[in-house]
């Protein structure tokens, strides 16, 4: 087979070395060079030891590779992307800098002017299971927000068929390698463990992607999404409950016995998505690249009420980005990414 | 001092373990009976090893005492608590079998006719901070659940202020401890660790009590409520996020400027009562009778939300039982309760 | 490529589930038959939603295959492993029942009289780095216990090269996943989590086979062994700290200096071995066959010290017994087990 | 009662909260000033939630009090112990500063030259179950390492009846919280979380002070000890799985029938000492300042086991201090100290 030369932007990180532990197992791709400026010199194997099956070194500068993941962080990310775009190295870009169309969203949600607004349009937002057919011709791909991901599939059924009014709220549980390798109070173990808290009650910034997202969906609809990120004392894993109001039409007793249905022939296509027969936990999605769905109503109160769950550093981010690979490359959607979750 | 001959009917499980473990620090009782039939004859510090500091044996029957703590599950507690009141022996029960006024809603949760139903009147609904008055002047106090001493303590100030429409979401994630001592798969290490679920998908007992202490607080509120409990790989502490629609000539973003203020003055006489600056994690809760509540607007949703934690097994359980002793016997409410969080 | 038909006996358990899962990704198996007695009729995707990519349904008894991995505990093992054998079927047995080559002994740690006493002879003990020889040419593998892995390949090398004395005390640490599937008060999340203790003082079933195996390493040993497991609070891994008195004739200080290179050597052929620079935790291990180690000499006291750590489900269970039918059927070792581990 | 005016310096750190916590609640304390450089000029309860029911502000200086814990890293305690010192304030020492009799000893394992020798003899090794009678008429105490607490309580009892050799191995298993509240990737969630490891193999610095501590119970006892401590996933608690080798006088089988009742006796006075029927947990001891051991025999082997658990920030940190000084000050050895464990 035809491999594709590979590169990360950016190792360092926890999605970065989720890249790399995908990538090294992927039969489509040669992995040729991986950067990440403050471990530049080291060899990947003696930063990450889980890594050491990869004999590359970790370099300042992007090598010449025919495609690029970048792992670098908003607005770092916006400006390199760019130039790998120039260079003709197709990118799918893991940071927030092109998921959003509208540049003044960017700046009010990310505090800095958008250094390559040009490049919006272009970007597709890669979610394959809502935008498959641009993803497969698209240069720029970006990469979900973890909560994104999750949050949308979980929705996007009920939306489209218009089966729901525009209050939506979405209360999401995470583990805690989701606010990456940095280190924080927040993610120190004896704060972190046995312990449940909320936050970003004044907005998270995946709040605008989940809602142009949904918007796109179907014709004027204009969605008011309370979205609410909690922290749990896991390492991996992203639950959402969503609830959202029934619209008027729709009789909640029927919509009960049939949103199985409705939810399974939107997904009937899409290899990672699991509409289950009871409510999913994250552990069992540990390690995959699914995202699991229960819909079900609350009859009494009128409410369609979802459950996804996902791991955030597969789906939720590396996985997902190579599934995004994959299309745009013309492998199979699910090439490399065909394990099931490690349980338990 | 004078003590009271206080006796714990059903030690044996979790919330009986945390009873003895307070009740043996609190300077006004003695503790002076315990029961559990499968362990009755053991030294309560053979079955509790953490408990050996207690010099008692477990009974079958519960001895003299003028005060009783009964944490029989519900069913099983209803006929134990009736003859423990013939005896003139008061009682906090921790079932659910007296949190419901209304017998038929009862047995529609609890699959079950309540055996003394004319003891419904009677019994009053055990949350010091709404119930105060009739707890100090009980014979019979229903403990509320866990999940519900969070949720209406959250939700209580801005419904009796009518600060919201009807259209109320709680979802609420507990630590493990909550499921009890009975050994079941969900609660297996292997399969409870590094996983977040949602469960009571069907509907959870403890929403009918939610319901109805809501509507006693204010006329004519007939709440629409989703209650969504989750389990994570925690111990202890609940905290539940609590959402709810703005009253149609509510100013949000005045709201969110005076909502504290607010909650502060509902709650000023109340010990165990903190309306923080933050939002909190169940951690700063964790062994103490604490409720941490921390309320907010999102402004563009023209939604109220509102985070509280606990601990569920001390104010979600064995400590309100002895808050509510504490009113029911004249002493200080917050006796044998001072103790802090321990934290981390 | 040529596959082999393969079936699980007894795949309900946390060895069973994890060998279905190794299999369904080996390019050289046809996972044709599996069993379960209590779940018999169940399809494989209801009973463990993780594996529903497998169209398998649980029988009662095993299908027509060539090979067969039997998860069945000890003493129901036996004798279900003589009927396969006796109808030319291949088997890696994961219980204990053909690890000891003394029926004795055997008799004296398991309380049974062994069925099949004239078996033992013939059964290979199947760690691939010690015994590749015979396990490539043997017809029954007795599996290692997921202890004795990590404590004999952590002693070998120096064993082998008579670098120690008998003096030999191993204290090892699991996850809880090693004590199984089945439901037990020290297994239940709520008394497992923040909590650390030791087992089995009165003697752990490992330690015989852990004897046994070094014995054979040299002429004329008969280790003193101490062997003490531990519970920690985490799913996968084992982390064993091994401690050996240094022989009289040699130089602690020179020994410091070469001990590395000595195990580097011991280990250069073996794919699933890294001697690693620096003491490694057993994430570095998660969900992939490798077992890291770690030697060195404490100068002063004048005692080697090995650590070990492994996934005690892969390496120390199902991956190690895809490793020995790897050898037995001819595949190359690391076939369908390259996969690194999972991190963070 | 006459209370005695008390300050904590460095209040900031986890040692230090929890002796905040625990003094909070002294009868006998009057806590009057605490420091902290970082954050001087916060009230606690800003600072530390869960201790706002304090009402002091966090001073850069120690005010005026009769008693002082510090809580300062070694290092930068000893200047500041011997300043309380010269004002009279009596002083229990957290930091490993006045630990080690030999200032040599000192500047090798601390890689500093000891500021105030002078002060090294008259400093008192605070292990109240040991040194009570010197305790109680000391100014200075060092308060021991939290290792060396279970470390020495698993032993003392066999070393002092001359039961055992000086082939010592010590195996220690702590939680997260002992390397404290500084940030680390060690002690990050995401990485601290499902792993277990061995660190400090080239000499923990708690070894000296076990070694001194051995070494005074008994003549001509020249331990030849190796520590190796191991993190693991909790938050609290230490588990120490001792091995001694037994003296040759000793006839093992006979010794496993006695040990339980040689270490009743040596521990018969001491308020805080449980010697267990069975193996013990950590989590037996979460919260309380007990210390519970387990002595047992291998008796093939000829070995002394015994295992001691502890919380380390309560009897491996501010349980004992305040232990500590109680004795100094002439109150009950176990005032403001007498809370039981929180299980589960």
């Excluded at 495609?67 to 962080?73: D, G, I, N, Q």
């Excluded at 890669?126 to 240069?139: D, K, T, V």
Aim: net charge negative; hydrophobic share 40%.
């Amino acid at each position: 087979m035809q491999t594709v030369s590979v590169g990360i932007i950016n190792v360092t990180g926890y999605i970065g070395a989720e890249l790399a532990r995908l990538l090294s197992q992927h039969p489509g791709v040669h992995l040729a060079s991986i950067t990440g400026r403050s471990a530049a010199g080291q060899k990947l194997g003696q930063f990450f030891p889980f890594l050491s099956h990869i004999p590359l070194v970790i370099e300042s500068e992007l090598g010449e590779v025919d495609f690029a993941f970048s792992a670098l962080p908003h607005g770092a990310a916006a400006e390199i992307v760019a130039k790998a775009l120039e260079r003709e190295i197709k990118v799918v870009d893991l940071s927030a800098d092109f998921r959003l169309k509208d540049a003044t969203e960017y700046q009010r949600w990310y505090k800095i002017t958008h250094p390559v607004p040009e490049l919006l349009d272009e970007a597709v937002y890669g979610l394959p299971e809502i935008n498959r057919q641009e993803i497969s011709q698209a240069r720029l791909v970006a990469n979900p927000g973890c909560y994104s991901t999750g949050a949308i599939l979980a929705l996007a059924p009920a939306v489209k068929a218009n089966l729901v009014t525009s209050n939506i709220i979405i209360d999401s549980k995470s583990g805690v390698s989701g606010a990456g390798r940095t280190l924080s109070l927040t993610t120190h173990f004896a704060e972190a463990n046995e312990n449940v808290s909320a936050y970003a009650l004044e907005g998270h910034r995946h709040l605008p992607e989940i809602v142009q997202e949904l918007q796109n969906l179907t014709q004027d609809f204009n969605p008011k999404v309370t979205f609410l990120p909690h922290l749990t004392p896991m390492t991996r894993g992203i639950l959402s409950s969503c609830y959202a109001e029934l619209a008027p039409r729709i009789n909640p007793k029927r919509l009960k016995e049939e949103i199985k249905g409705i939810y399974q022939e939107f997904y009937q296509d899409d290899p990672f998505i699991q509409v289950t027969d009871s409510p999913p936990g994250t552990k069992q999605t540990w390690g995959s690249n699914f995202c699991l769905i229960y819909p079900t109503v609350d009859v009494e109160a009128g409410r369609l009420i979802v459950i996804s769950c996902l791991d955030n550093l597969v789906k939720g981010g590396a996985g997902q980005a190579v599934q995004n690979f994959n299309l745009m490359m013309g492998f199979p959607e699910d090439m490399g990414l065909k394990m099931p979750a490690i349980y338990p």
